[in-house]
């Protein structure tokens, strides 16, 4: 295992051996019906990154300083805003979504509209 499978650098009991300053980050969770049930899409990151080589992941990313003013086509639906706000309160919930947007286009190219429809969320 290299510390790049465990970025805390915690031991088997779970003790730290490191500090890690944790970041916001949104992933969208994109599926849709297939022929046989639902697909769900993913990528492989790249065996050459340093943040978790050749791993599975969903579409998304960290939060960047601008995700908070970005424009949206539309807010967040009111029960989806309430969720997403109760651990860091609304501002962060919409930057949140608007990173999850963002990130989805630039790994995917799939768009959520210019500027982005977060009621599609």
Same mark, same amino acid.
């Given at each position: 295992?290299t ?13 730290t051996?490191r500090?890690?300053r ?5 992933s969208?969770?994109?599926?849709r019906?297939?022929?046989d049930g ?15 080589p ?5 579409? #998304? &990313? ?6 908070? %003013?970005? $424009?949206a !086509?539309? @807010? /967040?639906?009111? +029960? ?7 651990v #860091? &309160? ?6 949140? %979504?608007? $990173?999850? !947007?963002? @990130? /989805?286009?630039? +790994?995917?190219?799939l768009?959520?509209g ?8």
């Amino acid at each position: 295992m290299t510390e790049f499978d465990n970025p805390g650098g915690a031991d088997i009991a779970g003790r730290t051996t490191r500090q890690v300053r944790p970041r916001h980050a949104a992933s969208l969770l994109v599926w849709r019906e297939g022929k046989d049930g639902p697909e769900l899409l993913m990528g492989r990151r790249h065996k050459s990154l340093r943040f978790m080589p050749d791993v599975m992941v969903f579409p #998304g &990313g960290r939060v960047d300083p601008g995700d908070a %003013a970005a $424009a949206a !086509a539309s @807010e /967040l639906r009111p +029960e989806v805003l309430a969720g997403l706000s109760r651990v #860091g &309160g609304t501002r962060l919930a919409r930057a949140c %979504a608007l $990173a999850a !947007a963002r @990130e /989805l286009h630039e +790994e995917t190219g799939l768009s959520m509209g210019d500027p982005p429809a977060l009621a599609a969320l």
